[in-house]
């Protein structure tokens, strides 16, 4: 098959959020102020990639780096598609860092407990530096939620909760990568680097053709333009 028409653009709220909702496993859009990028294949709407500060908002900290200098890839929210993913992700990089002036490095973390291990990243020659730290996790409203939900009374607009009384797990961490978007970062991160995790059984292959609705959806955004957000 040959390489497809790919194009990166902004993409607008709307798009993302139907993206997310119908093609990523999580349906949910992160919160806080997010960069969207979408991805067309031959003027058809694909989906998104999404950058945001994510559940750490001093994500660049232990590189030295300062809050408009790191940022971490929050979502990968794609259809059926022609393009390899490494592919689409790594246009995305560069698009952002044609857009962000200052950034230097980008963050992404491959959820272990959704039977993920970072495939796309290694495609794409991220470094990977082991695990992130455990966190515990409560059942609410039919998922489960990180303690910083709990903690700052995020539970749906309810700011006060009893929930000590909530289901609760342990986390094991996720796969942290990092791309390097200059040579000196490049330098500084290459010692942390560690052999990459071996591919894992996806938890998740039972539902995720399902969310995958591709292009007979009649409702998929299928505009040929982005459109600033």
């Known amino acids: 098959m040959g390489k497809a028409d790919l194009r990166i653009d902004w993409a607008t709220h709307s798009a993302a959020k139907y993206a997310v909702e119908n093609w990523h496993y999580s349906q949910r859009l992160p919160v806080g102020k997010i960069v969207r990028v979408g991805a067309w294949e031959s003027g ?17 900290r232990d590189l030295g780096l300062g809050p408009v200098e790191a940022v971490e890839l929050v979502r990968v929210a794609l259809t059926t598609h022609t393009s390899p993913v490494s592919r689409i992700v790594a246009l995305s990089l560069k698009w952002l860092k044609a857009q962000s002036s200052g950034l230097r ?6 959820d272990s407990e959704q039977g993920h291990h970072g495939g796309i990243y ?5 470094f990977y530096t082991g695990r992130s730290m455990g966190s515990v996790e409560f059942f609410h409203q039919g998922r489960w939620k990180h303690n910083r939900e709990v903690t700052s009374g995020a539970f749906g607009g ?12 342990k986390t094991l961490g996720k796969h942290k990568y990092l791309m390097p978007l ?3 970062m490049r330098a500084q991160i290459q010692p942390l680097s560690k052999p990459y995790p071996k591919r894992v059984k996806q938890a998740m292959a039972g539902v995720q053709p399902e969310q995958r609705r591709g292009s007979t959806d009649p409702h998929a955004p299928n505009s040929t333009t982005g459109g600033m957000p």
Do not use: H, M, P, T
């Open 44 to 60: 058809r709407f694909i989906g998104v990639v999404l950058f945001g500060r994510g559940a750490n908002n001093a994500i660049g």
């Open 158 to 169: 309810v700011k006060k909760i009893d929930y000590s009384k909530l289901e609760r797990r």
């Open 182 to 184: 200059d040579a000196a």
């Open 105 to 110: 490095c980008v963050v992404s973390y491959a």
């Open 122 to 126: 290694q495609a794409g020659n991220w």
